[in-house]
Structure formats: structure tokens, C-alpha cells
């Protein structure tokens, strides 16, 4: 397998606050890959680097070959990443077919000159758009709310939009950042199969940030242990599970045999 | 119409005023949006003192409706309450102002922890504090310092540069530096670590056994919630289709399949949700 | 030497005055969120009842500040609860589109009381010239530079040391949570709209003094909304130096470039500095996370 | 009751009108605007002219403001630049007007990157602010360069002739303010369903979010600033043709401001807004005029000044009142009434 | 017939700022018209029919002055118009009025676009700025021989128009300036310009401000222990100003062309408006009010010469033919074929801070 995400050395300082401290971490193609830690260990400042939401102070990104420092933020997308946000980041005065369209940015072509015109290519492009679009919905089943504005959906609701527009993108990188905080049992249940059958149907790569153990333990091929900055541990489920020093810097002793299977 | 499950539930007449009183009471009510959209539809429930009571409920079931009517700020999204009322100690408290409500008592912890980005963690606290007088401000907050030494660490720094567990821990902070009598949480667990939801959790049965207050925990952490909750009620599409305590609840077979995911067979593993699911008998 | 001098003193005081009516933009903008367009109309109707109570009442100092003070806490409780209060929770949009309204209704109602003719506030020692070293200056400026100087000594305590100063700022990162926690969101805002009427009230009384009164007055509010850009929205202080910096700036380039040149010179030196600093001198920066 | 309309094919989806209702409606309008020049009289008709003119400036103003979220407090100094731009080419140096409508579009879409580059950083207000100051200096530019510009005096302009098409009756510019804020409607409505518009609309709900869809933040801002500049310019054109004489006095900061309250009034971010939010704005005055009239005859004719201050406070209180119960707009209003035309008599 | 005209009753159109800072000047002319009309029809009327005034509002923005033309001519159907906005508005609507033929006299703001070419029924009453300047120039010029010179204005049309009077002046009389400056339309503060005017050593200076500019120049001027011999310009030229100058305004030189109101005509003017105009208006009555005046005189007589049934034919001619008309405001008013512009004689005055008035000078 080849490291199609590789981070050597990342640190990220806001001020006198080392958030993300001198981390190295692989993500191999097609796999499924959660990073965890308590709150404030600078998981979501990591997955803003590896978006180009924020600059790196020191270290190296490589994505697909590609040291990310030598492109704009904006062309990001066009790499191949894509993501979801923790607090929501949707344009909530549009419907959720625009949203989603929204993500198939980098994919179409047309200029100023072209939209106002409107016609021959412009027009193949936005139609075929659309139809990718429709094909997304139906993959997260939300065709019924595919005419609502966006900023009248419930949470769980926005995040499958969310996650629909991170999917339009065609990334060859999913980041998820905390994707089913705030939903219920059966909402998480649909979660987890998506995010399977994005990996085993699309081919993508995923990364997830999550605090719910369940959905964590269950899906991931590897997990990353972040604390205070730094990685404290990597490994699969059943190493990180067994960590004494995950254990107490992240799960608390008490309830990690509910999250066995079949406990 | 939903209750033709037989369970073993007190509430069998959802139409008619709750059998059970309590401190907080929501009676028949019914909450409309834009004078268009029907969030609440005719819920009655009670919130007896001293105890925990938790509200479960998927996605857009109406849990924060509620909440927002109880502090009297439907208002300002266009809600209203159309019918029924809201009673604590027995006055109705529908139509009092939010801060005469935060007087008398009632307070919230809003969803999505809504700090006060722009103020350090001392000042969010202050702001807490607002409707006391300085010195007992002053003596609750040293108790919220020693219920979350973080906060204290950090109570300089600007509350909008914190990660997400500590804008929540400085929420439930913020809210209890009101001296509620009922604390109303809106699902505090959101987006915190495990091990932070442990001490939350712990703090909330500390508020209640120690403190005595009254505990309102709306949650999507169902497990989690009826642990600690004495009483539960699983609200749907803006009605309440079940309700018990807590034991009752854990034990019913939907609750178990839909809200904490076990089957009769123990819990399953994600990895094998299957893509067509049994129905919920409330639905049928 | 003297020119300079000269120069700086009178920019000093057409700044304090724009310092004056900006921190009336900041007040209101820290405590609701809104910039409020009618805030030259408001000093200038703060400014006309001093005139009416100068020429009627008593051309006593005291008698007309106080009565000012009185008449601008007023108007200013007046159209925060029969104005902005029930546009309380609607888009910040149709709630600034409000204070436009609400601009076209005080302006030709200064028109409908009073004349368009030019009036003098004439109550005694504003018009005194004193000399310092052979520099004339009119005991007005004087006073509006001093009294600049102590309001901004005061406003800055308050926001710092007391409750209400720090609830007025939750208000405006959040009133819905403010009202949570039992903060009456319609108090605090009234609190904003009496004081920022009175501080830029001040502002256009001292005006008066050393201008006159005139039915283009409102136009104050149109130099003073860049001073309170340029000090930072939401610094009431930065607000206060902004407009000195602006009156500063555009004496010297009225002195040494030419008067054509006022204007412009006060606006390039804004777009200079929110180039090195986007958020104002003093402003703070949105707290943005994702 | 109309249930809906089923698409059959991706081609629909992004249809312009998608339903016949729809296109019937805006047949039967065009129609009555084509005809309206022979049936109104000529006061009538100058409010006609306004209007499409105004609209032309308010939905250049939408893209900027509306779409992209870019607070413009100086768009008057795209409307300046645009008539004097005409008004120089076509007046001055004789070209044809084809050209000078060109100059008009181009000169300001010029000058908005000169205000839009620096402005990249700034948000808000403090972006607004720049927009300003911009207006402003334009203003000192243009009373600075004589030579060009005549300064102060301003330049006279006669009503054009294109292709050999007078344009100099009131009817016959008209048709021609007519085609161009169709044109300029067309050409909105065009960009808003297109990935052009969609990443204005994202800049404007969530920069963040906007940059990781790939969106370039400093172009597309731009590319905002440019499109809006070029229409505003044009309208800028038109205004001045219509006053038939161009001054930096003819073009008060006062516009920038009418320019906002058009796109609030109408509702923010919609191209039908702008059209509304102009028709109301433009008309509100006379209709005050005329309440006033129905009150009293004689106060309307007196010239005691008081009764026309009544007048202006009477049109601020009518927007205050208008926000109070319709913040949302004219927009919001029609949504509204739609909804409780499908779905009457249920309340829910 | 033409529209306007009943059996009873003709109409006029008036389209001026009623409101905003120039009302000031609007709302005086439109009392001068006011006060011309009330006296004709107290005399009966034009040969029996009574003059009915339709006045409109522009709020000084030029689109709304061409509407409110439209308005008056297309709805309320006048038989001729008076008066009309400041300068750039009047050059604006000079097409509609142009196109419609309605007889026109414009009295508000004299400026050479108006009247050359001369339009067929369009008329001035007035002095053109040009000449006013250069006829102050020359008078100040000449009292004060070799003195240093120091000039402001406003920058926009009437302030080039200013300046170019000006300039014409200083190259005929090679005057030495030693100050020239252009200050921003709605400038408020004076000060740096002041100072500029001082440390040039100016002893002449032509304040080219309108009226709350002048006052604050004077009121500078005063701060800084100066006073040059000051000329200003008949649009600042009404009384309030010299309140609120002061001490400092005692002895400033203007120009005008209507009588000042401290003379015997000025005197005899308010007397005999005082029965025709409301309190209020009374107050407002300001050298516009005379403006307007005469121009309404010259265009009722020119109507009332047509006879029983006037037409805007023979209203136009008549209006040409106009010789010498006096209407105790100004010199007599005089038009001629192809001359619609009647030049008025222009005279000097002082203003004297003690009984604050300007007093004629000789
Ligand atoms: N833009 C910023 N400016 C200053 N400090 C920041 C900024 N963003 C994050 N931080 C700080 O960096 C630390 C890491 O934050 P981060 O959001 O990455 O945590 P996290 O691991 O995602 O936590 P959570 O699980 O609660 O979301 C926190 O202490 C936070 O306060
Ligand atoms: N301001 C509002 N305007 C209109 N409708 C609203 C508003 N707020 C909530 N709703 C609607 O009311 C219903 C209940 O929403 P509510 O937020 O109470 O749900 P919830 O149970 O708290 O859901 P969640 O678990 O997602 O927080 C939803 O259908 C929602 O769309
Ligand atoms: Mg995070
Ligand atoms: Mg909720």
C-alpha cells in the first residue's frame, strides 16, 4: 500500500499555544482512519492544515506525492481533499441541490463570460453537474429534502448535506471531522454504512475525527491518538483500546468494555 | 394516532393534564413557527423535583423547542406558543420575560455550547452571574473553578479561541453561575471526549444528589442519559411517544434497538448495520 | 513651527468632535451589532434643542449642557423602544435599513421644528479667543479636546470594570444567549442608544459651538463613521482616536497639500491603514473557527 | 391547485422558467412594458425609465452586495465613473455609442479592481468603508481632471443612435433602458445558476467553507467586483443620458445609500428582489405625494415647507414600517403570499 | 387652447427645493413667486382669470427635478413655469422644457448655459456669476490698488464659474494672488485653509462660499487675528449671515443685482408683502424671494399683455417683447429678439455688522 497522505513533523502555534506539536502520521490509500484525543489536542487544527484552512508553522505535507506548502489554499480541492466541518460550515440560504453543486466547483469550467451567456457548454457542464448531483442524493438517501433551504434542515440532516457536498467534490481524501456528534443511535448507524460504502463503493480514502467510541471502534483501520498536540499512540482498535496511556488521557477507565462488541 | 404500543406507561391520555406534577410542568402544549411550521404538538410533561429527567428524541423531534419555551425565547425565532402552558411551582411562566425566569430559577445550557466568543472565560462567567448580586457571583464561581479546573487555568483567554469541550465545560460553567433551581441541559455531551463526558455526567448527578437540583437532559447519548436519569421521555416528531423511567425504558425492546443500539443479541458492531431496518412499532 | 502648531490644534479639535459622534457609532455597534445611520441626525437634533434652550430657556453653560444631556438620553431611549426594539431578532440587514428610515425621518423633522437657515449657539464662553503663545483658539476647542479626553478615560473603565459594560458586549456577540443567562437584552440596549446619543450629542453641541448650526450638519455623521472604521468598529476608544487621527490628517493635508485635498487625504490614510491592520487600529479581529 | 412539476429530464433542472404559469406571466408583463410607452404619459413615463434604469444599477449593485456579500457604500462612484466614461467618448470625442456604452461598462470594471484588490482582506464594514473613501475619490479625480472630465461643469449628452435608431424620444429610450435591464436581468439570472454564481453565493455564506470547495477567494471576489462595476457603469450610462447632462453633482452619495435600501427593501440576495425593491422605492414618493393629496388638496400645492418635510417623514416611516412587518423583504412578502395561496385554507 | 388656461383660472409651475439645505434658497423664490401672484390676483387677476401656483419638491436631485417638470407640464397641465432648482438641475430639464414649448421663465440660478443659445421659450431673468465676480474685482481692484490677493471656491460649477470670473479679472488687471484655494462641496472646518490664507499675507480675499462656508471663513479669520477686505457673492448674500459673522462680518463687500432689503425699494418690497404671506413665509423671505419676484412680474404681465385668450405663442412673444419692465426689486427687466437673458445691472453693497444689513455702495 502507498502513503497517499504522509505528515512529517507538523507543529501549528497560535500565539503562546502549541496546538499541534511536532506530529508525523500515514494514511494509506483506501483505508478508514480515525484520529482521536481529548478536546483541545488539536485534531481539528491538524485537519485545517491538511485542508488549507491554515498554514503549517513547521513540518511537511505530502499528499499523493504532492508537498501541499507549494500550492494555494484554494486548489486543495482540486488535489483530491475534501471535508467536513465540526460546527457545520453549509451555505445555509441555498437549497441542498446548491450546496452540493457548490462542491462540484473545481470540476466545471465555465467563466464569468460564460454563465452570463449560458448556453452550448455551459449548459452541457451545469446539466451534467446536475446529474452527479442526483446521484450523490440518492447515495445518502436525501432525496426528500433535496428542494429545502439548508439553514431550515435539522443537524443531522445538514451534516449529510455536508457530507454530500464533500462527496461532490470527487476527493481522493475524506476528512470527517466529528460527522455524527449530536445524532442518535440510528442516526449513527447510517453514518457508519455510508462512510463504508464511500471507501468500498468510491474508492475514497477516509479520515475521521470523532469522540463517539462506537462508531470509531467499529469502522477504523487505524486509529491515531492525539494529546496536548502531540500523538500519544497509533494503532488499530484493539491496540488503541488497550493503551493504558489512551485510557487515561482520553477514555476513562470505566466504560470501554460497553464499547466491546457484543459486551 | 401513536400509542398502540403497550407500554407500561402512566401517560396513557396524552390529551388530558399529566399524571404526574412536578416542579416544571409542560401541559398540552403546542408550539408553532413563522405561524406556520408545528414543531410541538400538544406534549405534556413534568419534571419532578430533585430529579433527573431525560428527553430523548432523533434529529428535529422539537427537544430544543421545548427548552426555548421554558426560558422564553421562542420569541425571538418566530416561535410561539399556541396552546397549554408551562407551569413552575405551580405559577404558569409561559409568558414571564427570560430574565424573570433566570430570577426565579430556570435556566439553560443552549445546544451547541454558544459561549461568548469575544469575552474571556472570566467574563463569560460574570455574564452568568449577571442577575446576582457581585459577592455571591464571586462565591459561585470559585465552585465552578473547582468543578472544572480547566476553566480556571484558562480564565483569561478569549472563550471563542477554545476547542469544543471547553466551550461546553464553560457553558454548563456559565449556567450554573445563575443558582438555578432546574438546570436544563441541551445535549451536553455533544462533541466532548469520552472521558470529559464522564466528569460532565458525574458533575450533573453531583448537581442533583448534593445540590439538589433538578436535572432536564435532553441528549442523542441515550445510553449515557438513562444511566443517570431517573425518568425519560422519547419524543417524536414533536409528540411524546413513550415514556417511563428510566428502567423501563431501558428495558423496552424499540428503545434498545433505535436509541442504544442492542439487540437481543448484545451490541452489534457498526460494521454490520444492514441497509433495510425493522420499522419502529410507534410508526406503524 | 507656529503653522504646525496652529494646525494641529484646530485638527485636534474637528477630531475630537468626529472622535465624539464615532464612539456614538461604537457604543451602539458593541452593544447591538448595528451601525446606525442616523447617527448625525441624532447629534444634530442633540445640537438644535441646545440652540432652542440656549435662545429660550437660559444662555447659562450649565442650563444648556444639562438640559442637552436630558434631551438626548430621550431621543435616544425614544427610538431604541418605539424604533430598534421591535426590530429586535430581525436580520441585522433590515434593522441597519431601519436607522436609514429612520435618518430621513429625524433630518426632515429638524427642517419641520426648526428653519434651513444657519443659527449660532452662542451661550458665552464657547466663542472666547484665548492665546496661546500667539496662537488663537477658540475656549470651545478647548473644551471639546478636554472633554474627548475624559469620556474616553471613562468609557474605558466602564467597559473594563463594570457588569453592565461587559454585558453589553454579550449582547452583541449573542443576545439570544444573553437573554438565557438573564441579561435583558432590551435594557442593555436601551443603556447603548441613551449613551451613544449623549456622547455624540456632546459632539454636536461643541460643534455648534464653533461651527454653526445648519440643516447640513447630519452630514457629521458621514466623516465620523470612517473615523470609527478606522479606529476598529467595536473600539469605542479606538473609535475616539479615530476621529483624531482623521481631523489630524486631514488639518495637515488642508495645510501643507491643499483644501481640495481634505477629504481624500483622510480616506486614502483609512484604506492605508485597514491594509496593514483589517480590523482598525484597535479593532478586534473576528474570532473565526471551523 | 397546481400539486407541482415533475422534471422528466436533467435538462429542466436548470431551466430559466421551469413552469408554464411562469412563462406566461413574464410574456404578459414584457408585452405590457413593450406597450407602456405608448399609454402612459410622459410624467408616467419618466418614472418607467427610472425604474429600468435603477433596476439595471440595483442588480449590478446584487452581485456585489446581494450575491457575494460584499458590502458596497460607494457604488454611486461605479455609476459616476460609467456616465462620465459615456458621456467623455461619446460627447467629447465623438464616438459612436455602442462605444461609449462599452467605455461605460469597461472604465468602472477598471477602476472596481483598483478599489477591489486592496480590498481582499477586509470584510463587512471595513470593506464597505473602502468603498466609500472610493466613491469619494473618484469623485476629487474627476473634478481634478479637467481636461477630460470638463471638472465641475459637466458634459452635456444627447440621447443616442444606435444602428441608425434614434433614441431620442422618451418612447424610443425607453425601449432601449427596456433592453438593457432585460439583458442585464437575463444575464443575473444566468450567473446566479451557474458555478459563477454559486461560488459568490459561497464566499458570501462561508469563506471557509467556499476556499475548500476550491473556490478562489481573491478571484472570485474580484470577478464580483468586476461583473457589478460593468453593469452599475452601464446603468451609470443610462442615468446620465436620461439627466442629459453629467455631473458629479447629478450622482450624491445619497444614490449609494438608495441603492442598498433597494436590494433590503426587496430582499437581499434575489434578483427579483432588486426589480421589487426598485419598483417600490422609486414609486414610494410619489405615492406619499398622493396620500398626502388625498389628505388635503391644499397642503399638496401650499409650499409651506412643512408639508413637504411631512411628505419625506411620511416616506421614512413607510420603510420602517415595511421592515418592521416584512424584514425579509418584498421577497420575503411574495413567499409568503404564495404560501398561503397553496396551502389555504390549511393552516399548516 | 393651450393647457393651463381655463376661464377662471391659469395656471403656473414651479419645481424647487423645498426641503434639505437648499431649501433656503427654493422656498425663498417660490415666496417671491407667491407674493407676485398674490398681488395680481388681488388686482383682479390676468383679464379676469385667477393664477393658481403648482409648486413641486426636487430635494435638489436633479432626476426628481426633471419629474417634477414632467409633472407639472404632463399631469397638472401648467401654462408656464417659473423659477426651477439650482444650476445644474435647470441645465438638466433645459431638453424637456425645450421640447414641450412652454413659456419659461427661470429666475433661481442665472447661468450662461440657460441662455446661449437662446431657446425659443426660455427666459432669464439675472446676472450671470461671471459678471458678478468680475464686476466685484474690478471694484475691489480699484479701491485697493497693489494689494496681494487671496481666492476660495467651492469646487464645483459655481465654483469654476467663480474662478474663471476671477481669473479673467487678475489677467486684465494683472493682480498679484498669493493664495488660491478649492475646498470640498460640504466642507464644515475652515481652519487649515484660513491659515494657508494668512501665512500667504493676503490683504484682499473673495470668500467663494456659499453661506455656512463664509461664516465659518469669517469666524477663522477672526481666530486668527486678520482681516483682509472680503468680497463675497450674492447666493451668500442674505441678512442671518451676518449674525452669526459677528463683528467679523462688519464691512465685507458683496455683489448682487437685486435690491438690498435695508434700501427704500428693499423696504418697500417687505411692506408691501407683509398682507400677501403668512408669518412663516415672511420670515423666510431672502434676496431669492426677489429674485422670484421679478420674474413672476415679467412673465404675468407678458401673459396679461396677450389679452382675453393668451396662448404660449403669443405668451413667448410677449415675453420678448418685454421693455423695461420695473418691478421695484431690480433694475428694470428688458428682453429682446433673440436676447432672453436680461443681464441686469449690478450694483455693490457693504454689509454693516451693526444694524445687520447690507448697506449700497456707490
Ligand atoms: N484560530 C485559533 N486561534 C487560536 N487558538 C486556536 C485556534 N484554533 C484552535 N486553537 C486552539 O488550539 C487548540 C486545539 O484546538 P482544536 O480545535 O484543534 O482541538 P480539537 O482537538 O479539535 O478539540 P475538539 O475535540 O474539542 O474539537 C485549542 O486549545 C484551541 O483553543
Ligand atoms: N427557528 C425556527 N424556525 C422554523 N422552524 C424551526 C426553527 N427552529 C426549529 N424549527 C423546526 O422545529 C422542529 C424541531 O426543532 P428542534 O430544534 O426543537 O429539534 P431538536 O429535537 O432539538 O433536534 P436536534 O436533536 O437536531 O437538536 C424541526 O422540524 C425544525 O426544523
Ligand atoms: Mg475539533
Ligand atoms: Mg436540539
Known sequence: MTALLAIENLSKRFGGLQAVADVSLQVNSGEICSVIGPNGAGKTTLFNMISGVLRPSTGRITFDRLDLSTISPWKFAAVGIGRTFQNLALFKHGTVVENILTGRHTHLRSTVLDAVVFFGRTRKEEIEARQRVEHIIEFLEIEHIRDAVVGTLSYGQQKRVELARALACEPKLLLLDEMVSGMNQEETEDIARFVLDIRDELGITVVMIEHEMRIVMDISDRIHVLNFGRKIAEGTPDEVRRDPAVAEAYLGGQRTEAMQVGA | MPTTIPHPTPQAAPLTAPARDGLLEFRNIRIVYDNAIEAIR?????????????????????????????????????????????????????????????????????????????????????????????????????????????????RDQIAGYMSGGEQQMLAIGRALMTDPVLLALDEPSLGLAPLIIDRIYEVIVRLRDELKMTVLLVEQNAQRALDIADYGYILETGRVVLDGTAKQLTANEDVREFYLGVSSAGRKSLRDVKHYKRRKRWLS | MQYLIQLLISGLAIGAIYGLIAMGFAVIYKSTGLVNFAQGEMTMITAYIAWTISTTVSGNVFVVALGAILAAILLGLIIERFVMRPMLGEPVFATVMVTIGLAVILRSAINFIWDAYPHGLDIGMGHGIVHLGGIGVRTGQLAVIATLLLLLAAIWAFFRYSKVGVAMRAVAADDRTALLMGISATRVHALAWAASSVIAGIGGVFFALSYDLSPAMFQLGLKAFPATILGGLDAVLGSGLGGLLIGITENLAGGYVGSGMKEVAGFAMIIVVLMVRPFGIFGERDIERV | MRTGDYKQSYGELVALIDSPPVWLWSAVLLLALIAAPHLLNSYAL????????????????????????????????????????????????????????????????????????????????????????????????????????????????????????????????????????????????????????????????????????????????????????????????????????????????????????????????????????????????????????????????????????????????????????QPRGLVGAWHDIRRTWVHWPLRY | ADPGITDTEILIGDVEPLTGPPALLGVAASIGHKIAIAEANAAGGINGRKIKYVLEDDGYVTARTIQGVKKVIDVDKVFAILGISGSGQSIAVMPVLEKSGIPTVIDVAPVKFLWEPPRKNVFVVGQSYEEGIIHLVNFLADKNPGKKWGLITQDDDYGITVRDGFDSVVKAKKLNVVYSGNYKKGQQDFSSDMLQLKDSGAEVFLAGGIIAENIAMMKELEKLSIKPVTGIFWPGRIEPVLKLMGPAGDGIYAVDYVEPFAGTAGKAFLEKAKPLVSEAEFKGINRYTMTGYAAAKVLIAAIERCGKQPTWACTISELEKTKNVETGVMAPISFGPGVHFSNQKLQIMQADAATLSFKPVD
Open chain 2, 42 to 154: 400538544d406534549v405534556s410533561i413534568a419534571v419532578p423535583e430533585g430529579n433527573i429527567v431525560a428527553l430523548l428524541g432523533s434529529n428535529g423531534a422539537g427537544k430544543s423547542t421545548l427548552l426555548k419555551a421554558m426560558s422564553g425565547i421562542l420569541y425571538t425565532e418566530e416561535g410561539a406558543i399556541e396552546n397549554g402552558s408551562i407551569r413552575f411551582r405551580n405559577d404558569e411562566v409561559h409568558h414571564l420575560a427570560p430574565d424573570e425566569l433566570v430570577r426565579r430559577g430556570i435556566v439553560q445550557v443552549p445546544e451547541g455550547r454558544r459561549v461568548f466568543a469575544a469575552l474571556t472565560i472570566d467574563e463569560n462567567l460574570q455574564m452568568g452571574g449577571y442577575t446576582r448580586t457581585g459577592a455571591e457571583a464571586r462565591e459561585r464561581r470559585d465552585k465552578v473553578f473547582a468543578l472544572f479546573p480547566r476553566l480556571h487555568e484558562r
Open chain 4, 46 to 325: 419618466s418614472f418607467l425609465m427610472i425604474i429600468l434604469i435603477t433596476v439595471t444599477g440595483a442588480l449590478g449593485l446584487n452581485i456585489l452586495t446581494g450575491y457575494t456579500g460584499l458590502i458596497s457604500l460607494g457604488h454611486v462612484g461605479f455609476l459616476v465613473t460609467g456616465a462620465y466614461a459615456y458621456a467623455v467618448l461619446v460627447s467629447k470625442y465623438h464616438m459612436p455609442p455602442l462605444v461609449g456604452f462599452l467605455g461605460a461598462g469597461v472604465v468602472p470594471a477598471l477602476a472596481s479592481l483598483i478599489v477591489g484588490a486592496p480590498s481582499l482582506r477586509l470584510k463587512g464594514l471595513y470593506l464597505a468603508i473602502t468603498t466609500l473613501a472610493f466613491s469619494f475619490i473618484i469623485n476629487t479625480v474627476i473634478l481634478e481632471m479637467r481636461w477630460l472630465t470638463n471638472g465641475a461643469r459637466g458634459i452635456q449628452v444627447q440621447r443616442p443612435e444606435i444602428f441608425g435608431i434614434s433614441f431620442d424620444s422618451d418612447a424610443a429610450f425607453t425601449y432601449l433602458c427596456l433592453g438593457i435591464a432585460v439583458l442585464t436581468l437575463l444575464a443575473t439570472l444566468n450567473i446566479r445558476r451557474s458555478r459563477v454564481g454559486r461560488a459568490f453565493v459561497a464566499i458570501r455564506d462561508n469563506d471557509t467553507a467556499a476556499r475548500v470547495m476550491g473556490i478562489n477567494l481573491h478571484a472570485y471576489k474580484l470577478f464580483a467586483f468586476v461583473t457589478s462595476a460593468f453593469i452599475t457603469g452601464i446603468a451609470g450610462a443610462l442615468y446620465g443620458i436620461y439627466l442629459s447632462f453629467v455631473s458629479v453633482e447629478g450622482f450624491p452619495f445619497l444614490l449609494s445609500i438608495e441603492a442598498l435600501a433597494i436590494l433590503i427593501v426587496g430582499g437581499l440576495g434575489s434578483a427579483l428582489g432588486a426589480v421589487l425593491g426598485t419598483i417600490l422605492i422609486v414609486l414610494l414618493p410619489e405615492a406619499t405625494r398622493l396620500v398626502f393629496s388625498l389628505f388635503s388638496a391644499q397642503l399638496d400645492t401650499s409650499f409651506t415647507t412643512g408639508a413637504q418635510e411631512l411628505k419625506s417623514m411620511l416616506y421614512g416611516l413607510v420603510i420602517i414600517l415595511f421592515l418592521r412587518f
